[in-house]
């Protein structure tokens, strides 16, 4: 019964998933740069400061944001803090365990995390109290609930959205509750290498046949905020130079979409 | 367990309007991971949970018996699911309340249709609003029910507890944090018989027997709307 | 060699205990509500502020108090601490391991913390040196040196018994050392489910043949202050009832002729 | 990643001296570690990292694939290698590091020619001054080939990134800390592949154009400087 | 380990009353844990320790020799055993403690009479006065004869140190928090051979003489209370 | 492959190295008493405060030491601290594993910091910065990169040989950078039981032929400073203090010849 996420799925599914993108159609009728169906559901947890579910086809993530009063970093006194973790809960598949976190979940928030961090969605020169002794820290919390592939994206999206409507508790500490100010909307673009072609979103069968995995985050800027080359595989320069444009291309389409 | 916080006021309401023997409202969903082999997700007041379940051959472990089904429970809290933020990773209370709800679901499951098979039920509470160690377990017996597990009956609970004093159903969170005791209990609906049951505070035995008898009610409603959620998918084996 | 101390012992054994007990004796001789032996050594470890060896028949603990100074909790900064916390020796039984505490001993922990905690056993109001800054921390813990069933009930006598005997040591800090201030004194009772009947203080073998164990706490108000379930088993609403009421008689006795 | 430190001056040359697209020195030496299968020392700038290879049967776990090898990199600072002491033990960033390294060496071996083999590729950083990631595995395929292990290619990494807005090759500490970005990049010299790549920072279309022909010109160099080191010792596969 | 507490007054005699070369009583007590295999329970001035043995089939791992049996020896501290209160679970001194103490007893007991063997020794300080060490291995060699196995002769060890610059036998807490040397040692009394020393301090050759023959000297009362302890239970093997 | 470090060796060379050492002379050539190579890099690591790389035969150790400012322990407010760690780390040993460290490294860790800090290298009452509140903390971190035996001594000469190059930064914290003032120069000679023989700096070969280790640290007093008997294995009084000798001419001779 378990089967592993990397697993090779049997032959003759590999053979039909990648014929039919050869021929530019994928085998639930996408083409190569459209993205499953999304569904984001903000404030899904009124209690926490800000949140959302995102449902990337059968890919459910929940994102949920607490913000705490703290002491800064000593090497950053003037700076609030953001931190992110993805926790791919063992719900989510029969091969993902309890217990501290796999190498695979640290480099998804890893990722996520340099994408939101450095497009500056969060301004943390403002989230400072009293500087060097009191600051806001942003604590951004996914759960994985269900995996079919495509787990970036999914966070990404639900971390931006639950930043989008967080509101910053100070009324809890004899201030008054205010907007977190969110400067960027980010969005994380992952293709697959799948025989030749680099096809997007792709899901759990898609990443099971692919040969490495490319994300590019980029803002309303478009520029590179975070890239990340991942899995065993290798790319041209030229496959990363499309995969550039196609995050630029789809990426826009679904800030426009789905965080406007 | 005590504070001066008035809690029910003077026309007999408390703080969310509810009479003393009343329930928040509970919603249920099955079929919600579609990973996994039964899922539900169960809404009880603020209370978000999300439970799913897979059956999978037992790992041997020299120690343990193989001729029935062992039964995993593990209760997890998101860390944005209370007030201040949780770090991920269980600790002593979610440790204990995992162990009583796997004892509970497997006073109701048929493990030994089951040999050499292990039945893990993953809870993540999502949002936490008092009462979460009830309704886990009870969207946790929808789940296993869910992935076609051999159950002699579905486990449904109820929690009661004393807020100013007096008896109420179902504490909301600032009775849990401010009364004077807390009564989580589970039972198997069909024989009325406990498979959960724990109490601390302070509880006379007539508080007992006022408790009891308020969940032994609102757990047939309870019941019902398990079995709801669950429709056609759960026919009770002819069992024990 | 390793025998799990919930295995089922042999069919024979089995049998003999529930025949025996279906007849309103147990095999070593008790009627279904006694206790076996109870032997208390009040200040085991004189270097501990408060301590007991309790020897429930064979199942033999030490209780040992560490009364500190430390900080309060933030959420209760006018309330002294209180911590217990059972270990399960690896030397107490064969499958006992040594590492992390199992889910049965947090468990026991946990039921032994609350009938002491909620009788008010210690008044923590009455453990502040200086509000929101400065506190007695009381540490009880409790050495579980060999198991021979009913742990609760053993470490519920060692526990209240070392505190009965504590000595907050305020002259290491400066003050004037001063009895702890102990308010009740609480007893557990612990049930097995034998057949169709109830017995007090099972010992190892009669937990092995039991569908579920129950355990009651009062104090001298005979309420109920903690109350457990455990293991796998049923009982009748009934059956809780009369493990109520078998709490507060014997819990009555025991505590007249072993905590006065 | 911003500061009011001028990290290019007037001359446009920069901190320490180099032209923006100005390598730091490297040498690398192998056969270091005599109870190891294959390793190799490389100072790079300042940075000193040992590498570390041992060849074994690998320990099957159910969900495995058994047909070829498995490569397991772990990256690992020493107490006194930074500016602040680092405690032991592996953290998210040192694990993420291992991550990306497996998989770049990955994608180098003829794992198919290895079935039920581990490689496991011990990188120790002695000394840190920024671009540890990229020396590592630059250093720990040399030490794979010296182990004898069938390669399709040595693998060869570079960092770029943006000081004062400006891309440079091969940041400096002050540069990482303080500059635009961070561009660490790894390729397989023969086909030009890519098998690593990060970005973090601020990156045009443009400047990462700039920032990968730059790399790829300097990769040539540290191309031969792997190739002597390993002199005799490697012989390339005739595969792929 | 220096300090301005006079531990030797005029007299000559230690704070505690003691001569120089005096011991604090000890009492050892065996079959004190029913469920073990082999048990003793020492107490030595304030320690109090028990220990507890059990022989089991060693669980085998690759590098591990099965010809002869494994002793491991745990050694560990209540909570309430020392001044400040101890956290659960294992340090680096508990840890050395444990392998030495394991290396002690390995020398004494004959392992290759006990193939594919575990010997566990779980030693539980409950009261710790200065030596406990010491007091652990000497309990723990009893206890083991207890547990019936085979052994060429009984551990026995001693401790001696330096208070106020003078040698002294088996130091106190005062001595050893306050003293110049602490030197634990543990012999086979048949042949006088030495299987535990340790020193940390400050020891001339001239001390280290003095120190030990002041030991041997103990030693052979140590070791006379072991034997009583086990009485007839323990009966020494035509061994070596 | 994996061969453990504890490991027998084969019976023909195991006999071989006993047949050599009864007759006074080790395979590789060396007298009982010889050390194998000695090389010292220092400063081998210029961005720590001090370091040294030390050969010994195939052993290679690298030493590097920081000092940062810290708070003193609560019961001794007037004193620097020293800690000491030795990390087994996987590549120097085929069976060596990553993790925590085993009882082994914690074994070498805690005899090498006895022999320096009983010698009194370090004077910590001199490294205090304000009394109760800021003190220097001296970390000793010692990487064993490839295991050829005797981890012990050539990591004392290691972190001897560090310690005499290290600075203090002070100016980081707004002082004067000083030196570390050094006050001893311990050795440590380390023999094996081999046969009836004691050896000196047993290699790998001969640690897995002894019987028993023993270890004797002194300073330039030709006190012993700290003493192991490691292993398992005996010796007699007389071997103690053969062995006790020993160090003490071998011990002035490495201490002339590579610490002045």
Same mark, same amino acid.
């Given at each position: 019964?378990?089967?592993?996420?990397?697993?090779?799925?049997?032959?003759?599914?590999?053979?039909?998933?990648?014929?039919?993108?050869?021929?530019?159609?994928?085998?639930?009728?996408?083409?190569?740069?459209?993205?499953?169906?999304?569904?984001?559901?903000?404030?899904?947890?009124?209690?926490?400061?800000?949140?959302?579910?995102?449902?990337?086809?059968?890919?459910?993530?929940?994102?949920?944001?607490?913000?705490?009063?703290?002491?800064?970093?000593?090497?950053?006194?003037?700076?609030?803090?953001?931190?992110?973790?993805?926790?791919?809960?063992?719900?989510?598949?029969?091969?993902?365990?309890?217990?501290?976190?796999?190498?695979?979940?640290?480099?998804?928030?890893?990722?996520?995390?340099?994408?939101?961090?450095?497009?500056?969605?969060?301004?943390?020169?403002?989230?400072?109290?009293?500087?060097?002794?009191?600051?806001?820290?942003?604590?951004?919390?996914?759960?994985?609930?269900?995996?079919?592939?495509?787990?970036?994206?999914?966070?990404?999206?639900?971390?931006?959205?639950?930043?989008?409507?967080?509101?910053?508790?100070?009324?809890?500490?004899?201030?008054?509750?205010?907007?977190?100010?969110?400067?960027?909307?980010?969005?994380?673009?992952?293709?697959?290498?799948?025989?030749?072609?680099?096809?997007?979103?792709?899901?759990?069968?898609?990443?099971?046949?692919?040969?490495?995995?490319?994300?590019?985050?980029?803002?309303?800027?478009?520029?590179?905020?975070?890239?990340?080359?991942?899995?065993?595989?290798?790319?041209?320069?030229?496959?990363?130079?499309?995969?550039?444009?196609?995050?630029?291309?789809?990426?826009?389409?679904?800030?426009?979409?789905?965080?406007? | 367990?005590?504070?001066?916080?008035?809690?029910?006021?003077?026309?007999?309401?408390?703080? %969310? &309007?509810? @009479? !003393?023997? /009343?329930?928040?409202?509970? *919603? $249920?969903?099955?079929? +919600?991971?579609?990973?996994? %082999? &039964?899922? @539900? !997700?169960? /809404?009880?007041?603020?209370? *978000? $949970?999300?439970?799913? +379940?897979?059956?999978?051959?037992?790992?041997?472990?020299?120690?343990?018996?193989?001729?029935?089904? $062992?039964?995993?429970?593990?209760?997890?809290?998101?860390?944005?699911?209370?007030?201040?933020?949780?770090?991920?990773?269980?600790?002593?209370?979610?440790?204990?309340?995992?162990?009583?709800?796997?004892?509970?679901?497997?006073?109701?499951?048929?493990?030994?249709?089951?040999?050499?098979?292990?039945?893990?039920?993953?809870?993540?509470?999502?949002?936490?609003?008092?009462?979460?160690?009830?309704?886990?377990?009870?969207?946790?017996?929808?789940?296993?029910?869910?992935?076609?597990?051999?159950?002699?009956?579905?486990?449904?609970?109820?929690?009661?507890?004393?807020?100013?004093?007096?008896?109420?159903?179902?504490?909301?969170?600032?009775?849990?944090?401010?009364?004077?005791?807390?009564?989580?209990?589970?039972?198997?609906?069909?024989?009325?018989?406990?498979?959960?049951?724990?109490?601390?505070?302070?509880?006379?035995?007539?508080?007992?027997?006022?408790?009891?008898?308020?969940?032994?009610?609102?757990?047939?409603?309870?019941?019902?709307?398990?079995?709801?959620?669950?429709?056609?998918?759960?026919?009770?084996?002819?069992?024990?």
């Amino acid at each position: 019964m378990p089967m592993d996420s990397n697993a090779v799925i049997s032959e003759i599914k590999k053979g039909f998933i990648l014929d039919s993108i050869k021929k530019g159609k994928r085998i639930d009728g996408r083409s190569l740069t459209d993205f499953r169906e999304i569904k984001i559901t903000e404030n899904f947890i009124p209690k926490a400061c800000g949140s959302a579910m995102v449902e990337l086809g059968k890919t459910k993530v929940v994102a949920g944001i607490k913000i705490e009063e703290g002491t800064p970093f000593p090497d950053s006194p003037e700076s609030g803090v953001m931190a992110l973790n993805i926790e791919l809960l063992p719900m989510a598949f029969p091969t993902f365990e309890s217990g501290p976190p796999s190498e695979q979940a640290i480099e998804y928030s890893r990722v996520v995390d340099r994408g939101i961090r450095e497009s500056n969605v969060i301004d943390t020169s403002k989230l400072v109290i009293e500087p060097g002794e009191k600051v806001w820290m942003v604590y951004i919390d996914i759960d994985v609930l269900n995996y079919d592939g495509n787990i970036i994206d999914a966070c990404t999206l639900a971390a931006v959205s639950a930043l989008k409507n967080a509101i910053v508790p100070a009324s809890k500490y004899g201030g008054e509750d205010f907007k977190l100010p969110v400067n960027a909307l980010p969005v994380s673009v992952t293709m697959a290498k799948i025989g030749d072609e680099l096809v997007c979103d792709p899901d759990l069968e898609e990443e099971q046949v692919s040969n490495g995995r490319i994300t590019v985050t980029m803002a309303e800027d478009n520029h590179i905020h975070a890239m990340q080359k991942g899995d065993v595989g290798e790319f041209s320069l030229d496959e990363i130079r499309k995969a550039i444009k196609t995050s630029s291309d789809i990426g826009s389409k679904i800030r426009e979409k789905y965080l406007r | 367990m005590e504070g001066n916080i008035k809690l029910i006021n003077d026309d007999g309401l408390r703080l %969310d &309007g509810r @009479a !003393f023997n /009343e329930m928040r409202p509970i *919603k $249920i969903q099955t079929g +919600v991971i579609e990973k996994a %082999d &039964g899922s @539900a !997700f169960i /809404e009880w007041g603020a209370n *978000k $949970i999300i439970v799913a +379940v897979y059956v999978r051959e037992a790992y041997p472990k020299h120690t343990q018996n193989m001729d029935r089904a $062992i039964v995993k429970a593990r209760y997890n809290m998101a860390g944005f699911s209370v007030e201040e933020r949780k770090r991920p990773g269980p600790d002593r209370r979610t440790m204990e309340i995992s162990k009583v709800v796997s004892e509970a679901l497997s006073s109701a499951i048929i493990l030994e249709k089951l040999p050499r098979v292990e039945i893990d039920v993953f809870i993540e509470v999502l949002e936490a609003d008092a009462g979460t160690r009830i309704a886990s377990l009870t969207a946790s017996s929808v789940a296993v029910a869910d992935a076609g597990v051999p159950m002699r009956d579905l486990v449904v609970g109820c929690t009661a507890g004393k807020a100013d004093g007096r008896v109420v159903l179902d504490l909301s969170k600032d009775e849990d944090n401010y009364g004077q005791a807390d009564i989580p209990m589970a039972i198997l609906p069909r024989t009325g018989k406990v498979v959960l049951l724990q109490i601390d505070g302070d509880v006379s035995e007539e508080e007992f027997d006022q408790a009891t008898s308020m969940m032994m009610n609102a757990m047939k409603d309870i019941s019902k709307i398990q079995r709801d959620a669950l429709m056609s998918k759960y026919s009770i084996e002819d069992g024990e």
